[in-house]
């Protein structure tokens, strides 16, 4: 089982599952899900359909976001150090939604996109482990900590808080959905894009190049 999946698990209890359980038993929908308690992998959730949605469908985005940063809904641990078999379950559809986080923000799998992501998770969970991750911040390079001091925490920090418990979206009844419409209906604006915003400085550095070596030749 993944390290961080292990911290994850012994971090959030007793006091923190139980907080995200009980915001899914305050709400309707919430309910639902407990009692449904559905999967989300590629077994129950047909990606070859998806793509064939709407372009602005939340399943059409799901299955897009997938595909673009190549990545797999099979790829979640099981939860293994929860005794309490709801809490357990609570556990579990957190992590299997976390894509669906990613396809609401647009964030991509890169680190920088990770911690933008975990900060936002933490604002709106508080699962301690989301906000453990953040010490990833370290990992980033001097342009990307400043964007994400500057730009994408403070997002984090106001989208996760204003925005209702996502714990308590029912993902399956949703893949129809506007994308747009479910953002609005969450509380949620969608960051700065950041593969557009880590490009630009290199197409800026490039043209200064560019800009540099006509300068020469002409000189």
Request: hydrophobic fraction near 35%.
């Amino acid at each position: 089982m993944d390290l961080i999946a292990t911290l994850g698990e012994t971090t959030a209890t007793p006091y923190f599952i139980y907080r995200l359980r009980d915001a899914m038993l305050s709400s309707p929908t919430g309910r639902r899900i407990l009692r449904d308690r559905p999967r989300i992998s590629s077994q129950t959730m047909s990606l070859a359909h998806l793509r064939t949605l709407p372009e602005k469908s939340v399943g059409y985005a799901y299955a897009a976001w997938l595909d673009r940063e190549g990545v797999s809904p099979d790829t979640r641990d099981s939860v293994k150090y929860i005794d309490n078999e709801e809490c357990a379950y609570v556990m579990q559809r957190y992590r299997e939604s976390h894509d669906f986080y990613h396809t609401l923000t647009g964030l991509p799998v890169m680190v920088e996109g990770e911690v933008a992501l975990k900060a936002f998770e933490f604002a709106n969970t508080l699962l301690p482990m989301t906000g453990l991750s953040l010490f990833a911040v370290t990992r980033l390079k001097a342009a990307e900590r400043a964007r994400f001091w500057d730009i994408y925490l403070p997002w984090a920090v106001q989208n996760g808080t204003r925005s209702k418990e996502i714990i308590n979206v029912y993902w399956e009844e949703e893949l129809g959905s506007d994308v747009d419409d479910l953002r609005g209906a969450l509380g949620i604006e969608r960051p700065p894009d950041l593969r557009e915003a880590r490009r630009k400085p290199k197409q800026q550095n490039h043209g200064s190049k560019g800009v540099g070596k006509a300068a020469t030749a002409k000189a």
